[in-house]
């Protein structure tokens, strides 16, 4: 075992043996010794002014002792382990080098720059020595993301290059300017040892991805002040929390001299401390990130509220750190705003930090909206928000009313002006206050309770609410009427594309008697059906005109998309129109057989996987294992950023609508047991047994073999047969017909546009192609079709789809989508 570990992994064994050794020598977790630490350790001084060159290379082999040697040896064996694998012993053993000893190099004349110009920063750690071998690691892996999938590409720099940059905000010490440098030199220096390659940089992920990591991104700011506890130098805006954890206390004569105004730097401290004085202070400076850790929650759940809440969350401490962090204490008997002198102005640019990060944390959530289909119901953010505004004034007159009848406990004693104005304090986080002047502080534990409670009071509604929202965040028919919809479904409702309606982002329409239902979104004030009536055929075909009166009630254009030509009398009968948008196609598993000339192709295909011994396995994606559950995500986000345009949604599905356990998988899996390709099922039922199998999600390696599709598709028909299933229906490709230009209805505005975005989709999607490649399997063709109510609304009608099939769609590109129009 160690002999085959040796072999596969020798770098990384070395790189743990030789920091174990140097451990050994340096007393092990008590770190090594101060004559070590200078001798070997890394820095500005060890550097510029005692010539140490060897230092960067000798600072990444040691460790400050107690619980940071266990995790860097771990962090080795895995992170170091990992990149090896990707690319090999030779780049993992450049990547080591390069990145770390670049980065501690740029990392130190960034500081002699900063030195040399008086900047304050570079002075004050100057002196400092540098033990990280977590600096190499970092740049290790960043280089190694390179080598990785798609999706673990970009998730190993999301996650990696906000961690450092948290570190170096809200820690700053030079050790984490060192690593934030070895990652940028690691980003670079993936794409050189990896060239000839276009996927490099940025690529576009799926809409399941992109909450995953915009959830990440607001989780790890969100936790980010935390690191100033265990900072030495508690640089952060919430230093203050570190203080109260230390064993600092406030020393009498510093207090003294705050009293009269002659401002240090104890002094600050002291009126820190003081403020922070018991638990709920430091509640007061949790709450709001555990906020934010609430809104990561929703982000990764996909709720629009999530967005909401994170943008609201930072843009609020922004504002807070501009009003707060935009005065200095000067002498005298007031505070003015400082940053008036050339002295301050790399205090300006910290500050100025503070005040962007959020905001750019605020802006990218609020940009990336539109990958949040699931909005909350207006009755629960309508009880939120009262809730909260019902605190935040039931709180203000509580601490007001009572805080003026036991005035003469606090110390000096307070007017109902000096309440008022410490009021906006009482909700504020702790870190900002810590330069406001301290007006007056509570004697006895009634004011100690009034005064230091009132603020957590408050957040708690606001965490506990927000957790409630996100928890049930859903539209309230969506989250009602979803196990209606359901029940209809099992009963026999809904056809061939019934299932498409338990998807995010629908809201429900039912009938008298809920015996029908319409699944539908409203984009521009127009009511998109996904697909046809839900329910038993007299009532659901009785739903067109019941549904287009609710339509017009509500001021919304309704249209009926993708619907069966059987459907189409009761739409002639209100005297609208209708046009072709696809054509389904459908196979008879009983009739299934693969003999004949039509069907080399397929018979070809499936004999050239079994030589190449790939098995095909019919499962759901709560019964995989996680290493299968992992590939099939590799896979789709392989797909998506092959792709020119963002990945589309409502009548195709993505990896979200994978994880419903009534969606049947076949995966086809190569000799080594990985995943190579998956085809997804979506079943139609009669009296609650399943009669058909809907295709929907199809997935395959960008570098597995041909015909894979083929082998997955004739499998799961054989198994259809053998179960007895009426019908597999392999879906329509959306806008492609088997006579494309044949239309009724030819000149319309809507059929121009509906040519347009099938003609400017097909080279990036394909639709046209996957009818082609449907056609392999003899099927029926059942047409589908639109129909819609008024003429005038065609233009409104075409953008609303092209909105309903890319969400991401700015407006500027529909305003030049619609100009292309003619």
């Known amino acids: 075992m160690v002999r085959r570990a040796l072999r596969r992994h020798p770098f990384t064994l070395s790189v743990v043996l030789i920091t174990a050794v140097v451990a050994a020598f340096g007393h092990g977790l008590r770190g090594p010794s101060f004559a070590m630490r200078i001798a070997f350790g890394t820095g500005h001084e060890q550097l510029i002014d005692a010539g140490r060159w060897w230092t960067p290379v000798t600072s990444m082999f040691l460790t400050d002792g107690g619980f940071e040697l266990p995790l860097v040896l771990v962090a080795v064996v895995f992170v170091i382990g990992a990149s090896e694998r990707l690319m090999g012993t030779a780049r993992t053993a450049i990547a080591f080098l390069v990145s770390s000893v670049l980065g501690v190099v740029v990392g130190v004349a960034v500081q002699e720059i900063g030195a040399l110009i008086g900047e304050l920063w570079s002075r004050r750690v100057s002196e400092l020595v540098t033990l990280d071998p977590m600096t190499a690691i970092a740049g290790t892996v960043m280089t190694a993301s390179a080598f990785a ?95 109260l954890l230390t064993d600092a206390r406030p020393n009498g004569l510093a207090f003294d001299q705050c009293q009269a105004m002659r401002i240090t730097r104890a002094c600050l401290d002291d009126i820190t401390l003081e403020r922070i004085g018991g638990v709920g202070p430091v509640l007061l400076t949790v709450l709001p990130l555990l906020t934010l850790l609430v809104a990561s929650f929703a982000l990764a759940r996909g709720r629009r509220f999530g967005v909401w809440l994170a943008a609201v969350v930072n843009l609020a401490l922004a504002a807070l750190a501009a009003y707060f962090y935009g005065f200095l204490p000067l002498s005298g008997q007031s505070f ?61 007159a509580l601490y007001v009313g009572l805080g003026l009848f036991v005035r003469d406990r606090f110390h000096p004693r307070v007017t109902i002006v000096d309440l008022l104005g410490d009021l906006p304090e009482r909700f504020v986080p702790i870190g900002f206050l810590r330069i406001e002047r301290l007006s007056f502080l509570p004697a006895d534990p009634v004011t100690g309770m009034l005064y230091y409670w009132i603020g957590p009071c408050f ?32 009963a026999g409702g809904g056809g061939s594309m019934g299932q498409l309606a338990t998807w995010p982002g629908n809201s429900y329409w039912f009938g008298p008697g809920e015996r029908a239902a319409v699944a539908y979104r409203v984009i521009n004030s127009v009511a998109i059906t996904t697909s046809e009536p839900i329910g038993e055929p007299d009532a659901a075909r009785a739903a067109i005109a019941q549904f287009a009166t609710f339509c017009d009630d509500n001021g919304w254009t309704p249209v009926f998309y993708s619907i069966h030509e059987s459907f189409l009398a009761e739409c002639e009968r209100m005297g609208w129109a209708s046009m072709s948008v696809g054509e389904e196609t459908v196979v008879r598993p009983g009739q299934w057989q693969t003999t004949g000339k039509h069907w080399q192709d397929v018979r070809s295909s499936i004999n050239r996987a079994e ?28 797909w998506v950023a092959e792709k ?25 899996c190569d000799e080594h047991d990985r995943v190579i390709g998956v085809t997804s099922w979506l079943p139609s039922y009669r009296d609650g047994v399943v009669i058909g199998w809907t295709l929907d999600f199809m997935r395959r390696t960008p ?44 000149g319309t505005a809507t059929a121009r546009i509906l040519g347009y975005i099938a003609s400017r989709l097909e080279p990036v999607y394909g639709f046209q192609s996957l009818f082609q490649f449907k056609r392999k399997f003899q099927p029926e063709f059942h047409n589908l079709v639109m129909a819609y109510p008024d003429a005038l609304a065609l233009p409104a009608i075409g953008l609303a789809l092209a909105r309903a099939y890319v969400p991401s769609l700015s407006l500027r590109q529909s305003i030049r989508f619609v100009r292309s129009l003619g």
Do not use: C
């Not at 700011?221 to 265990?230: E, K, S, W």
């Not at 965490?463 to 209809?488: D, E, F, Q, T, W």
């Not at 004739?714 to 019908?727: L, N, V, Y």
């Open 703 to 746: 570098d597995g073999m041909n015909g894979i599709m083929e082998f997955l598709i004739a499998r799961s028909a054989e198994r259809f047969r053998d179960d007895g299933i009426e019908f597999m229906s392999l879906s329509a490709a959306p806008l492609a017909r088997s006579k494309p230009g044949a239309d009724t209805v030819q």
């Open 336 to 396: 003015v705003i400082g940053f008036r002198t050339p002295h301050y102005w790399e205090v300006t640019l910290a500050l100025l930090a503070s005040v962007l990060v959020p905001v750019a944390i605020a802006g990218l959530v609020l940009v990336n909206r539109r990958h949040f289909s699931v909005a909350a119901s207006r009755r629960s953010v309508r009880l939120y928000l009262g809730t909260v505004v019902v605190a935040l004034f039931g709180l203000s």
């Open 611 to 638: 030589r190449a011994g790939v098995r095909s396995e019919w499962t759901a994606f709560e019964r995989l294992s996680p290493a299968h559950a992992l590939q099939i995500s590799e896979i789709s986000e392989q």
């Open 459 to 490: 957040w708690l509604v606001v965490v506990i609410g927000a957790l409630a929202v996100a928890l049930a965040a859903s539209s309230h028919s969506y989250a009602v009427g979803l196990p209606r919809i359901r029940g209809l479904l099992r």
């Open 644 to 668: 020119d345009l963002p990945e589309m949604g409502f009548t195709l599905g993505g990896l979200d609508e994978l994880r419903n356990p009534e969606v049947g998988l076949m995966i086809a």
């Open 149 to 243: 999938g798609a999706l673990w590409r970009r998730r190993i720099r999301v996650v990696v290059i906000s961690v450092a940059l948290v570190f170096l905000l809200y820690s700053g010490e030079p050790s984490d300017l060192y690593r934030f440098l070895a990652v940028l030199i690691g980003f670079g220096l993936g794409a050189v040892l990896r060239p000839g390659t276009s996927d490099q940089w940025w690529q576009r992920s799926s809409h399941h991805e992109t909450r995953v990591l915009l959830s990440a991104i607001v989780a790890i700011t969100a936790v980010g002040p935390a690191i100033t506890i265990f900072s030495r130098l508690r640089l952060g805006a919430l230093a203050p929390l570190g203080l």
